[in-house]
């Protein structure tokens, strides 16, 4: 078979996804950013420009050069996590390369042979895969629904299941921008097992010190949290958070953090940097709730048939996936980048602008956005 054969069933899908308008490509960044997930304008800040330096003088070195049970554990990832599991309120953290390991890790390690894994139907794909990776049988419950989330449960134990049941929900639902009934999710998870809150786009942001929306429930022995560093605390990497008997196994049991290379010990100075910052300089969620409520008003007032989130991710759904390509790309030529989401990301027929609203915008860019959505997309 020559190469050109092998590579044909390659070529043949990438052309069914062009004719599909759905085929991705990489862009720069270019425009005002209404894509990142930077919602505090930390990724340029020099607090942790500087807290890298200083990192580097201590002789931090830039490569873990190993995994954590190796040579790669290092006295400033340690301090970090300690530090971290003070914030979070929790026993014990652990550091991740990224947040999409870090939620596959826990998947797949910590739900056992017998349990049931039961997710929220538009939870992360990193969710997914750990779902299908993983020991524990899979199911699902309607997007926010907690009775039907009981419902599941009450069949699955009806069937003579007596394992535990793992809840895994986002606080903050990256591509809706809306939040999980937390506490009553924590309510069905005390009668039946454990609750993995993913804070990915809620750290930073929300709760006291932008402890999250899980704050209410930290310390609590079956609620585990996972927070991302490359989102709103402006570098790389995860954590999670939890029992630290839950944490110990993690470190013994977990082959996705055991076969990889530690993190970068220079995103453990940045890490605990970005959480004095939280701690510190509140006005960044005050400025950035200013956004969301201002951003709220405009398209209330100039496009009042959209549904607004509430949050500071707002999904406006268009539809059809090349009139959605179509009009990010409008929006870009005016200098904004706002970005287009379409299936398998979001559910078929939803394609999407995401806007993402951060402190890398002003309150006008902010105002001149929703002046340019109402100018190009007025959708009666």
């Known amino acids: 078979m020559s190469s050109a054969d092998r590579l044909k069933p390659y070529r043949e899908n990438l052309e069914g996804l062009t004719r599909q308008g759905r085929r991705r490509g990489l862009a720069g960044r270019q425009g005002v950013d209404f894509a990142s997930n930077d919602y505090l304008g930390l990724a340029q800040s020099p607090r942790l420009v500087d807290a890298v330096r200083r990192a580097l003088d201590d002789g931090v070195p830039v490569g873990a050069a190993g995994s954590r049970l190796l040579r790669g554990n290092t006295a400033a990832q340690e301090a970090f996590e300690e530090k971290a599991a003070r914030h979070f309120g929790a026993e014990a953290a652990l550091g991740f390369g990224g947040g999409y390991v870090a939620n596959f890790a826990a998947l ?69 921008g809306d939040i999980a009934p937390l506490d009553d999710l924590a309510a069905l998870a005390d009668e039946h097992g454990f609750l993995l809150v993913d804070e990915a786009h809620a750290t930073g942001i929300y709760g006291p010190d932008g402890r999250g929306l899980a704050h209410a429930l930290e310390g609590r022995g079956n609620v585990l949290t996972l927070h991302t560093l490359g989102k709103a605390m402006g570098g790389s990497g995860a954590l999670l958070c939890g029992a630290g008997c839950l944490v110990d196994f993690m470190v013994n049991r977990c082959r996705p953090f055991i076969f990889a290379t530690a993190p970068s010990p220079l995103m453990a100075a940045v890490g605990s940097e970005a959480l004095d910052i939280l701690r510190e300089e509140a006005w960044r969620r005050e400025d950035l709730q200013g956004h969301v409520q201002a951003f709220g008003e405009e398209l209330r007032r100039r496009l009042p048939h959209l549904q607004f989130s509430g949050s ?19 929006i870009q030529e005016r200098g904004f980048d706002v970005r287009g989401i379409r299936p398998p990301t979001v559910p078929e027929g939803t394609s999407r602008l995401r806007i993402s609203l951060t402190l890398n915008a002003t309150r006008a860019d902010v105002i001149r956005l929703a002046e340019t959505l109402e100018e190009l997309w007025p959708v009666s």
């Open 108 to 176: 797949t390690t910590l739900p056992q042979r017998g349990d049931l894994l039961l997710m929220d139907e538009l939870s992360h794909a990193s969710t997914h895969e750990g779902a299908r990776a993983g020991r524990a049988a899979v199911q699902s419950f309607r997007h926010g629904d907690v009775q039907h989330a009981a419902d599941v449960i009450a069949a699955w134990r009806q069937a003579g299941n007596r394992g535990a049941v793992w809840i895994a929900v986002e606080s903050l639902y990256s591509m809706d």
């Open 312 to 330: 500071q991710i707002v999904p406006l759904i268009v539809g059809p996936d090349v009139e959605t390509m179509e009009l990010a790309r409008r």
